[in-house]
């Protein structure tokens, strides 16, 4: 039962980091690789906050620096001309020096002993118990940005970011400003990262600089997951199957490491075969068909 609470803590939390990878690689269609940098920077933003003493203002600073990070890789893209790829990586790499400078040239910031909004809720909501804070937090802010990031994409320019991630020339040959759309589209998916990050800063404890690396593996795991078990339909059930996407991973991750068989540093491996077996589920399905259809076939015959 732990093993359960504890998955869906963190899989509501990461649900956020969920969603940003679906806009990018769904919505728009755009392999972005800025999210490495962006989650890290709102770990950090979120903990030199927390410390001044202002953690819920920590996420939304947190929310606005990863924008910032998203539009600045939107604007290699678009402006510069450098291939979405290798414009991810610029701005990721530039963030490591970034995210440095705002923990105060130290690779590490402790939470210890300063008030987070954790911290504030425990106070304030002792018949919850900390597990039940922490699950109240993670759904709560799961909820408020499915609802927010569902009304969004049904309004005039989140249907011309939808529709430019579907086909950017007839858009264009629209009069939709597509290089505004992508900015965009690039700028609130990487804010939700930061946003999961700033969460995870606060119910950790601590920020540290390589908090970043393989997320994006982990964001992806949880798109693929959701899709495999939801089918890839309209936006408002893409958001929700990559909330339930990341929970599902949680709890895989979980009962891999549970087991034993496995040490914990292992997780990064089975994080990769768990994406690898969720990317070939589409792959394995159609050739399952086509031998049923072989073998039908064959019995008419």
């Known amino acids: ?89 610029l701005t990721m790499s530039a963030l490591y020096t970034v995210n440095l400078a705002v923990m105060n040239a130290s690779s590490n910031v402790s939470l210890i002993g300063k008030e987070t909004l954790f911290q504030q809720l425990f106070a304030a909501l002792p018949g919850l118990g900390k597990d039940g804070v922490r699950l109240l937090v993670g759904l709560a802010l799961a909820l408020i940005t499915l609802m927010v990031l569902n009304w969004f994409f049904r309004t005039h320019a989140g249907l011309c970011i939808r529709a430019t991630g579907n086909n950017e020339a007839m858009v264009r040959s629209s009069s939709i400003n597509t290089t505004v759309m992508k900015i965009l589209g690039l700028a609130v998916s990487n804010g939700c990262i930061a946003l999961s990050g700033a969460v995870i800063a606060q119910v950790q404890g601590y920020a540290d600089i390589s908090s970043g690396i393989g997320i994006l593996v982990v964001g992806l795991a949880s798109v693929i997951i959701g899709e495999a078990v939801f089918g890839r339909r309209g936006v408002g059930v893409g958001l929700v199957s990559a909330i339930v996407g990341s929970v599902l991973y949680r709890i895989l991750i979980s009962l891999a490491l549970s087991t034993n068989i496995f040490p914990t540093y292992f997780l990064k491996l089975i994080s990769a075969v768990i994406v690898a077996v969720a990317l070939s589920l589409p792959t394995v399905k159609i050739e399952l068909q086509k031998r049923r259809i072989r073998r039908e076939g064959r019995t008419h015959a």
């Open 1 to 89: 039962m732990t093993l359960f609470v504890g998955s869906l803590q963190l899989g509501l939390m990461y649900g956020l980091l969920a969603m940003g990878v679906f806009i990018s690689f769904r919505i728009l269609n755009t392999p972005d690789l800025t999210a490495e940098g962006s989650f890290t920077l709102g770990v950090a933003v979120s903990a030199v906050v927390t410390v001044a003493g202002a953690p819920w203002l920590g996420l939304l600073v947190a929310f606005g620096c990863g924008m910032v990070a998203g539009a600045v890789t939107g604007l290699l893209q678009t402006k510069v001309g450098i291939h979405p790829i290798l414009a991810g990586i």
